[in-house]
C-alpha cells in the first residue's frame, strides 16, 4: 500500500498533481485544499496517500496532511453512497475542521451545499460519522510544502464561520478566508479576531 509520496513536482492543477519519485510519475487526484498548498513545479513535496482500486479502475488520491488522508478514507469506507469523487469534492469545498465540526454540530445545511451532496447524503453523513470524528486541528502539512497551519479551534472555527455566512459569505469563500486568517493569527485566536482579520484581508 501506497500511504506517502515523496518527490519533484511535475505539474499540478486544482485538482490533480504530477509527482515523479525516482524517475516514476505518478499522476495524484488531490483535494482543491490540498492543491492550493502546493510549492512551485520542480520543487520537492510530499503527500499522505492513499491508492483506490476497482474492478475496471485504480487511482491513487494525495493529502497535504495524514489526518486529511483519514478522513477521506473514513468517508469512502463508512459512508454509503460517497465514493472518492464525492468525498474529494467535499473535502475541496470545506477544511478538515469545519467538515468535523459540521458532523458534530448536525449542520445538514452546510455539508449539503458541497457539489455532489444532497440533504439526504449529508444527514447519511452526519449519521454514519457523527461517532467516529474528533474535532481537533489537522497535522500540518510537511515543511517542503510551505503549507499554512491548521484552522483554529474548533469551536471559534466554526462560529466565525456563522459569522461570516450571515454576512453573506458562501460557506466555502468564507471557509477560505478564515483558514488564512487562522494561519496569520494561530490556532488560538477567538470568534472575534478570525473574523476581523478575514474581513480586513478581503
Known amino acids: 500500500m501506497i500511504v506517502s509520496l515523496e518527490g519533484k513536482l511535475v505539474a499540478s492543477t486544482p485538482v490533480k498533481a504530477l509527482i515523479e519519485c525516482r524517475g516514476i510519475g505518478y499522476e495524484v487526484h488531490v483535494p482543491v485544499t ?6 512551485a513545479n520542480g520543487n520537492t513535496v510530499k503527500l499522505h496517500t492513499l491508492a483506490v482500486y476497482r474492478e475496471d479502475s485504480q487511482a491513487l488520491y494525495g493529502f497535504a496532511a495524514a489526518a486529511d488522508r483519514d ?18 469534492s467535499i473535502m ?3 477544511s478538515l475542521t469545519s467538515i468535523q465540526a459540521a458532523i458534530s454540530s448536525g449542520d445538514v445545511g452546510l455539508l449539503a451545499k458541497c457539489p455532489g451532496i444532497g440533504k439526504k447524503t449529508a444527514e447519511r453523513l452526519v449519521m454514519e460519522l457523527k461517532d467516529k470524528v474528533g474535532v481537533s486541528a489537522p497535522a500540518s502539512v510537511s515543511a517542503s510544502a510551505a503549507a499554512p497551519t491548521a484552522p483554529a479551534g474548533a469551536g471559534a ?17 468564507a471557509d477560505k ?8 493569527l ?17
Do not use: N
Open 34 to 39: 490540498t492543491a492550493e498548498k502546493l510549492p
Open 71 to 88: 478522513f477521506f478514507q473514513l468517508l469512502v469506507e463508512k459512508v454509503s453512497g460517497v465514493g472518492p469523487r464525492v468525498a474529494l
Open 92 to 94: 475541496s469545498r470545506l
Open 157 to 173: 472555527y466554526q462560529d466565525a464561520m456563522l459569522a461570516l455566512v450571515s454576512l453573506g459569505y458562501k460557506p466555502p469563500d
Open 177 to 184: 478566508v478564515l483558514r488564512r486568517a487562522a494561519e496569520a
Open 186 to 202: 494561530g490556532p488560538q485566536a477567538p470568534t472575534e479576531d478570525l473574523v476581523r482579520k478575514a474581513l480586513a484581508g478581503e
